[in-house]
Structures are given as structure tokens and as C-alpha cells.
């Protein structure tokens, strides 16, 4: 394993514990999914206050850098970051928090999957190792 994925993983998991942490007073709405048979290793599903929480704070900056070289990003299809062919065009991980923090009903999720079970073997070949997820969902 690379140490770039190791460290990717330990700040992603010190970023969640930060959050969960600041979230942990409120009537906390962060939801769990694990289901390695569909490829999902653990995600957390952030409601709309906490993908603004998220937002707010230094944590999407700090994993720009990792999350572009280790991860994927899954914008909703009516973002202003996705291109006319579907896929991300603009901006980061920043970018995509920012987005569903700024839209009513935004949301994200972040985990660790396998993508080519999650999308069911149709994923490019350089993406088929990015084990790291952020799943943006405008309403």
C-alpha cells in the first residue's frame, strides 16, 4: 500500500472524527453505511447543518491535495461543477462541499469503497484504486 493512501485514509478519518466531534451535541443526523458486497467499506452520510459544519471548517482544504491523487468525487448531475458529458469539470473537494452547503437540502457523503463494485465495473481503469469517495447530492 502507499503511504500517499495511508495518509489519505488517517486524515480522512481524523477529518470525520472532527466532525462528529462538533456535530456530537446536536440531535446528530450522520448516517453509517457499511455494505462491502455492493462495495461500501464506510460511509457517512452528512445532512444538510453538517455538510455546512463541514464546510465551514479547514477540513475540505486540507484534503484537496490527497482526495484529487487518491479519490473520486460523485457531483450531483445538476451541479455547475459537472460538464456536459457528466463528469466533475470544475473545482475540488472544496468546491463540492461548498456547493451542497450553499444549496437548501445539500448534502454530501464521504467514505471508503470499492469503485468498481460500487459502479458495477464501470469505472475507468486509472479510477478503479481512488478508495475514497465524496458523494455530493443537491435537492
Do not use: C, K
Request: charged share 15%; net charge negative.
Amino acid at each position: 500500500m502507499r503511504i500517499r493512501t495511508v495518509v489519505a485514509g488517517a486524515v480522512t478519518a481524523l477529518g470525520l472524527a472532527v466532525l462528529g466531534a462538533t456535530t456530537a451535541g446536536q440531535a446528530a443526523a450522520v448516517s453509517p453505511e457499511f455494505a462491502p458486497e455492493m462495495g461500501i467499506y464506510g460511509i457517512l452520510d452528512l445532512n444538510h447543518s453538517e455538510t455546512v459544519a463541514l464546510s465551514n471548517s479547514p477540513i475540505p482544504a486540507m484534503l484537496d491535495g490527497l482526495w484529487m491523487s487518491n479519490g473520486l468525487i460523485d457531483a450531483d448531475p445538476t451541479s455547475w461543477l459537472v460538464g456536459a458529458d457528466g463528469s466533475l469539470e470544475y473545482g475540488n473537494i472544496s468546491d463540492v462541499i461548498a456547493e451542497a452547503a450553499e444549496t437548501p437540502g445539500g448534502m454530501v457523503a464521504i467514505g471508503i469503497v470499492d469503485p468498481v463494485r460500487l459502479f458495477h465495473g464501470r469505472v475507468d481503469p486509472a479510477d478503479a484504486n481512488r478508495n475514497l469517495l465524496v458523494y455530493q447530492g443537491l435537492r
